[in-house]
């Protein structure tokens, strides 16, 4: 599975950016996605994920209410909608795929977890 992330920048505070992610080679895209980031000098921190269907998706707390995950599985495409944006959300995206769907135990916030690893889209909020 081939993972292209786009549609990181520079923006101000309260700005929002939506990610893309294009998928390529998974076959029937029958995977789990999810994007992570990592902060400069910091370890990788999961955000947002979902399964091939769409039926399930889980938030991280730093995520949740701010970020919007989504997927357009017949596209190959998953996204990441972000409001609000502040400077402590200044990092590099990463989009990541897995077929055993980590959501399955609670490791699932391990970036060891998931196989397939996008080159990361950098996002930078300044105030």
């Known amino acids: 599975v081939q993972l292209i992330e786009s549609g990181g920048g520079s923006v101000q505070v309260g700005d929002s950016l939506r990610l893309s992610c294009a998928a390529s080679?998974?076959?029937?895209?029958?995977?789990?996605m999810a994007w992570f980031r990592r902060p400069p000098g910091k370890e990788y921190e999961f955000l947002a994920g979902?399964?091939?269907?769409?039926?399930?998706?889980l938030y991280s707390d730093s995520a949740k209410g701010r970020f919007t995950v989504s997927r357009d599985s017949a596209k190959g495409m998953l996204y990441l909608q972000m409001n609000s944006l502040r400077p402590e959300d200044t990092a590099v995206y990463y989009c990541?795929?897995?077929?055993?769907?980590?959501?399955?135990?609670?490791?699932?916030?391990?970036?060891?977890?998931?196989?397939?690893w996008g080159q990361g889209t950098q996002v930078t909020v300044s105030s």
């Open positions: 080679g998974g076959g029937d895209r029958a995977y789990t």
């Open positions: 979902t399964t091939w269907s769409g039926g399930a998706t």
């Open positions: 990541t795929a897995e077929r055993k769907n980590p959501f399955l135990h609670n490791a699932y916030t391990n970036h060891d977890e998931w196989k397939y």
